[in-house]
């Protein structure tokens, strides 16, 4: 039901810039907090930057100042914009998309994240 589609990586030296894009698309949800998360090689998955569906964000210490995360809800789109990249920030890149919706037959909201495929970002000195 709900579809999250990564772009926007690719290699660039250090001290360069990238911007990622995270398209949502689904039919009666509504997308609430996105994040982006990366995993580099031989390293575990770690939270890089999120958004909240009133637009405050939060961001990992690693790239606090560098990144900047925002979003159009218009367009169902999340953007990750990097600066001053470093080759500590080379890795693949995950959208996350948290989504909700009313159960009619319950009136309950049902809350659901999905995951991107990925899009990978290399950095070299």
């Known amino acids: 039901q709900v579809q999250v589609v990564e772009s926007g990586g690719g290699s660039v030296r250090q001290r360069g810039s990238l911007r990622l894009t995270c398209v949502t698309s689904?039919?009666?949800?509504?997308?609430?907090?996105v994040s982006w998360h990366r995993q580099g090689p031989g390293k575990q998955r770690e939270l890089v930057a999120s958004?909240?569906?009133?637009?405050?964000?939060n961001y990992a210490d690693s790239v606090r100042g560098r990144f900047t995360i925002s979003r159009d809800d218009a367009k169902n789109t999340v953007y990750l914009q990097m600066t001053n990249l470093k080759p500590e920030d080379t890795a693949v890149y995950y959208c996350?998309?948290?989504?909700?919706?009313?159960?009619?037959?319950?009136?309950?909201?049902?809350?659901?994240?999905?995951w991107g495929q990925g899009t990978q970002v290399t950095v070299s000195p």
């Open positions: 996350n998309a948290e989504t909700q919706r009313v159960v009619l037959s319950t009136g309950r909201i049902e809350e659901r994240d999905y």
């Open positions: 689904g039919t009666q949800v509504r997308i609430a907090d």
């Open positions: 958004i909240t569906r009133f637009g405050s964000t």
